[in-house]
């Protein structure tokens, strides 16, 4: 399990750099496109930029929340096995879930591929200098297969202790 | 049959607690490929949501609205506003729901208001001569109290996936916000304790907070002058708005180390809007899905059979919403609802900006309403006290947000008169 814990802890740790880092240059250059705008001068790379940043942030934000297990979810199974405090079935309902979200995750990671194929046959200029749309779609199978390893990790990592 | 069975297997996961974001996938997965569609399609809706240029407001709203809960703005306006309204009779308590207010609508209502200023609000009330029970129930139904008032990003989320003028929407939201801020505060007056001792308003003390805080105090003023002032579009308003706080709460007042604060309280919020974004993401190709099936006018025309006019099916709108906002949190209610009601309520001749005001109206209700409202949870673990005990405190503020509600609702030129 050791192993597995760090490659975890690994995904974690890039995860949040990555989102710091990617914040960050959102916040800076948001403004400065503004106050730059006031001296007539327009950076036309910035605005794809950011949305596609704020792209990125979806999918390592969500990198995060998978670990934390704060996925925004309708929890109402969960909820009620927790008040009656039967913690082995509320352990093996996390790891349906883990499952679950890892086998319908490898189905979207397929989509993924499949549209970035597609994508990157009928490549458009995205504005954002030699980065073209076929090139950018792959944030989407890249950010995909992040959330489905920490889905990984933790489905094994369940079996570690008793409770989750 | 394979249909039936697919269905049936997404509402059992749902109910079990798999991600939303992850059902709602499967579910356009699973849809798409029965009709024959390749699932390259949920994939490129997934990517449509990085062309809405307004889509950067969520991100970095919530981050200015999380800097400022993690700093020590909290006290400084708790302060600023018992300065400012202490004096009045119930006035601890108002103090509390426009403190709530405030940080509500930049945090969005994500449960960081209980958490943040909860702990601040509960002894003041209590010492003032409040009920405990009164305290919990003013707590955790000020904690979606901002919800209708900008830049809140229940109603930047709204407009994103109803296709609604962003700044309409703020505007249009601002006179309902207040409708049910002030039947609060005279709920609120109304329990004033008698015993407490009468406070008077030092002007000497009013300045003294307001120097301390005017800073902060500025912002909500500083972001809707910007907007409508036509300064600044929404997206400037919120790039303006993370920067301001980022460069006070680091630089200025010095509550948050760079090195230190500022990373966490990025991860913290950026988990959640990664939460919603990717709920928004996946909803797409399944809501689309749905209208382009023409669902939405089934479902009215079966409807047209039991309503027969507007105000039935505002009626039976407010049930269903209600129902919803107890089951699900206010972001993925908007994603996965309002694509299929609009049409719906075009139909019925409501307009798409008194829809949303009601909508959110609602759904912040939903925050309160037993059995699983979030809020309660919550304060029941905020505060360490039985669910059950919070289900009582909260009830009244319940009952006076339904009659609130019933207001916004059946009177819409409260939201409407702006654009008359």
Known sequence: ??????????????????????????????????????????????????????????FLGGVLATGKGTHIGIDLVGKFVEAQNWHNLKTWIARLIMFSSFGVLLWLIKAGIDFTIIEREFTKDAGLGVLQSGDLVAIIPIGLSLIALRFFLLLILSFEGDKI | MSALIATGGILFLTVLGVPLFIIMSLAALVAFSFSGVQISAVAQEFYRISSAPTLVTI???????????????????????????????????????????????????????????????????????????????????????????????????????AKVDIDKLFKAAIVPGMVIMIILSLYSIYNSPKSSVKKTFVLKNFFAALKDAWLEAILPIGVLVGIYGGYVTVTEAAAFTAFYVFVIEVFIYRDLSLNKDVPRVIIESMSLVGG???????????????????????????????????????????????????????????IVVVPLIIPISAEFGIDPIHLAIIFLANLEIGYLTPPVGINLFITSFRFKKPITEIYRASFPFMILLIIALMIITYIPDLSMFWFK
């Open chain 2, 59 to 161: 991100p970095l709203f919530t981050l200015a609205g999380y800097l400022m809960a993690e700093s020590r703005s909290p006290q400084r306006l708790l302060r600023l506003t018992e300065a400012g309204l202490g004096w009045m009779p119930g006035g601890i308590s108002i103090v509390a729901l426009v403190v709530c207010a405030f940080f509500t609508a930049f945090t969005g209502a994500s449960g960081v208001t209980i958490i943040a200023l909860g702990g601040l609000i509960y002894p003041i009330l209590v010492k003032d001569g409040y009920s405990e029970k009164y305290a919990l129930g003013a707590i955790t139904a000020s904690g979606s109290l901002g919800l209708l008032f900008p830049p809140s990003l229940p109603i930047i989320l709204y407009g994103l996936v």
């Open chain 1, 1 to 58: 399990m050791g192993i597995v814990r760090k490659i975890d802890w690994a995904v974690d740790k890039l995860s949040s750099h990555l989102l710091v880092v990617s914040v960050l240059v959102i916040l800076v250059f948001s403004t400065l496109s503004i106050v730059l705008r006031w001296f007539h001068i327009n950076l036309q790379w910035i605005e794809p930029m950011v949305r596609h940043l704020v792209f990125v942030c979806a």
């Open chain 2, 276 to 334: 919603i974004l990717l709920i928004l993401c996946c909803a797409l190709g399944f809501t689309n899905f749905l209208v382009d099936e023409e669902i939405p006018t089934k479902i009215f025309a079966l409807m047209k059979i039991y309503l027969t006019d507007k105000y039935s099916f505002l009626f039976f709108l407010n049930i269903f919403l209600l129902i919803v906002g107890c089951l699900m949190d206010i972001f993925s209610a908007i």
